[in-house]
C-alpha cells in the first residue's frame, strides 16, 4: 500500500468572542488529538478590532494559555501569509478567529488505499454539520 507522510487537510476559520479559544473548543481538539483522529498542523489567532484592524498571534505566542503545553504543532506555516489575509476577511470586526490546519488521520488511511490502487481522487467536497443537519432535520419533520 502507498503509504502517504500527510494525509488531507481542512482548514477552519471558527469565529469566537474575545481573544482566545473557548475551553470546550481547546477540549475538543485534544480528545481528537489524542485519540489519533487528527493531528493538529497549524493553529493562529486572528483579531479584528472594531476598525477591521487585524492582529495575529502565533500558536507559541497562545499555546499555554490555551492549555496546549504538550501538543506540539507538525507543520507550523502551512497557513501562510496570504492565507491569513484572505481568511482574516471571513472574521466579522469586534471578534477573534482560529485559523486551523487539521490533517484528517482517518482520510490519510483511505488516500493510501485509493493510490495503491491506481485510483485519484478527483475531487472532494465538504459539506458544512450546520448544513447537514438543517436538510436532515428538515428531510425527517416532511416525513
Request: proline share 3%.
Amino acid at each position: 500500500m502507498t503509504a502517504f507522510e500527510y494525509g488531507p487537510v481542512d482548514v477552519y476559520v471558527v469565529s469566537f468572542e474575545g481573544d482566545r479559544l473557548d475551553e470546550a473548543t481547546a477540549s475538543a481538539l485534544g480528545e481528537l488529538m489524542v485519540g489519533d483522529e487528527i493531528r493538529l498542523l497549524d493553529l493562529l489567532i486572528v483579531s479584528r478590532d472594531g476598525d477591521g484592524e487585524v492582529t495575529v498571534r502565533e500558536y507559541e505566542e497562545f499555546r499555554d494559555d490555551a492549555g496546549f503545553t504538550v501538543v506540539e504543532l507538525e507543520a507550523s506555516g502551512v497557513i501562510g501569509d496570504e492565507d491569513i489575509d484572505e481568511l482574516a476577511d471571513t472574521i466579522p470586526p469586534g471578534t477573534s478567529g482560529a485559523i486551523m490546519a487539521i490533517e484528517l488521520l482517518w482520510a490519510k488511511k483511505l488516500a493510501s488505499a485509493f493510490a495503491a490502487s491506481g485510483g485519484d481522487v478527483l475531487q472532494v467536497e465538504r459539506i458544512p454539520a450546520t448544513v447537514v443537519n438543517e436538510v436532515l432535520a428538515e428531510a425527517s419533520y416532511e416525513e
